[in-house]
């Protein structure tokens, strides 16, 4: 079974990282919830989340996939916690993926992990100008190899059967989507 960590950070978008962590678990994918420090996380918009265990505990742990919730302030907490970023880099060399949405994909590009690549974001969050060895599009989903990025809450859904597709298979995203009474893509 595919393992994925899905770091929670205060200010964190609710949508976004509930979506895909229930979109995943329905495909039967092992989900871990890290939260940046011990305790409750505050979503933006005020929604409490409880995550499994801390980002402490499985600083060593490989996963399939790391996939980072958007939101602000939530991914510039993201983006400022070099354990996290050190772990994303070593996902990088151990050719597995990353996947980032909303204004998360800036951590993706801070720590050098959209070199080269075709990205998306949440529209203004990213100074592209900042990023030249990027390419920026607007499609709601981009996957570039190893690394998968989109666009915010209204395209947190396709992201994530997405994600299931990539990790499992086509079938599955097929299963998950026509439970969620889905017109299937």
């Known amino acids: 079974m595919p393992t994925v960590l899905v770091p929670l950070a205060q200010g964190c978008e609710e949508l976004e990282a509930v979506t895909i962590i229930d979109l995943l678990r ?30 402490d505990a499985v600083l060593e742990r490989e996963f399939d996939m790391i996939v980072l919730p958007g939101g602000l302030p939530g991914a510039r907490h993201l983006e400022d916690d070099p354990r996290l970023i050190a772990m994303l880099q070593r996902q990088q ?69 997405q994600l299931i597709e990539l990790l499992v298979n086509h079938e599955r995203r097929d299963d998950v989507e026509r439970a969620l009474v889905r017109t299937l893509h």
């Open 26 to 55: 329905r495909a039967g994918i092992e989900v871990v919830t890290a939260s940046l420090q011990a305790g409750a996380v505050t979503a933006s918009r005020g929604t409490v989340l409880l995550a499994d265990t801390t980002l």
């Open 93 to 161: 060399i151990a050719e597995r993926y990353v996947a980032a949405i909303c204004a998360a994909p800036q951590v993706l590009a801070s720590a050098g992990l959209l070199d080269g690549r075709t990205a998306t974001s949440y529209p203004g969050v990213i100074k592209t100008a900042d990023y030249p060895r990027v390419t920026f599009v607007e499609t709601p989903v981009v996957v570039d190899g190893l690394v998968i990025t989109s666009r915010g809450p209204g395209t947190a859904m396709d992201f994530a059967l």
